[in-house]
């Protein structure tokens, strides 16, 4: 069965760090394109981080960039998002999905409809003092 499953979110305090963590089941990350997304309550999902399976390239959306990073750990066939300065605005539900094709990572990540073939089921990240 494929399966995207995330880990990682919490309740944190502005300022504070959180890394994120996304495991395949079923296939290989490697062959796939990779991306965050997040939705607020009453908001749209929104592309946060994406990777490309090509060429390894990211994409950070703006209110993002500086403070989160994208990776791969190929050896543990997982993907994670490191969140660093925290910020209230930043509370949402996480969530991992793969491209089977080759999309780049600007395109997964800004394009409407997304393009994905997997979701995983989310994870929340809630920031608050």
């Known amino acids: 069965q494929l399966q995207l499953v995330e880990s990682g979110g919490g309740l944190v305090q502005p300022g504070e760090s959180l890394r994120l963590s996304c495991a395949a089941a079923?296939?290989?990350?490697?062959?796939?394109?990779i991306g965050w997304f997040r939705q607020a309550p009453g908001k749209e999902r929104e592309g946060v981080s994406c990777?490309?399976?090509?060429?390894?390239?990211?994409y950070y959306a703006d209110s993002v960039k500086g403070r989160f990073t994208i990776s791969r750990d190929s050896a543990k066939n997982t993907v994670y998002l490191q969140m660093n300065s925290l910020k209230p605005e930043d509370t949402a539900v996480y969530y991992c999905?793969?491209?089977?094709?080759?999309?780049?990572?600007?395109?997964?990540?800004?394009?409407?409809?997304?393009?994905?073939?997997?979701w995983g089921k989310g994870t929340l990240v809630t920031v608050s003092s």
């Open positions: 999905a793969a491209n089977s094709g080759r999309t780049t990572a600007q395109a997964m990540c800004v394009m409407r409809p997304i393009p994905v073939d997997y």
């Open positions: 079923g296939f290989t990350l490697d062959y796939h394109s």
């Open positions: 990777i490309s399976s090509s060429d390894g390239r990211t």
